[in-house]
């Protein structure tokens, strides 16, 4: 049977808060999926962010920088609502919510 790689689901261990990291554009095309799904045993944003930088090994390079942040150009939505980082990284998440990180829009 064929697998979809369009939605991956990844669980990291069997107790915690499950949230699921949607990708758009250049960082879909590289992850391979365009949503990902994380369970995170306390339930932080920052918590929730290395643990996706860790399940994706070396593709995580499109979203994070050499020290393990998330790259400045992107944003971060939690369930539509627009984060602060760094100040953000202690957003407290529950069960369920869904994370946009979107890339630098631009036009002309």
Known sequence: ????LEVLSYVTNSEGIKV?????LT????IGSRELEVTVPSGTLGEALETLRARL?????VL?????NLKSHYSVLIDGDLIRLPQGLNT??????VIDLLPPV???
């Not at 960082?27 to 590289?30: D, G, K």
């Open 1 to 4: 049977m064929p697998v979809n």
């Open 20 to 24: 699921k990291f949607r990708f758009y």
């Open 27 to 30: 960082a879909r095309e590289i």
């Open 57 to 61: 090994g070396p593709k995580a390079s």
């Open 64 to 68: 994070f920088d050499g020290d393990g």
């Open 92 to 97: 407290k998440l529950k069960s369920g919510i």
């Open 106 to 108: 631009g036009g002309g």
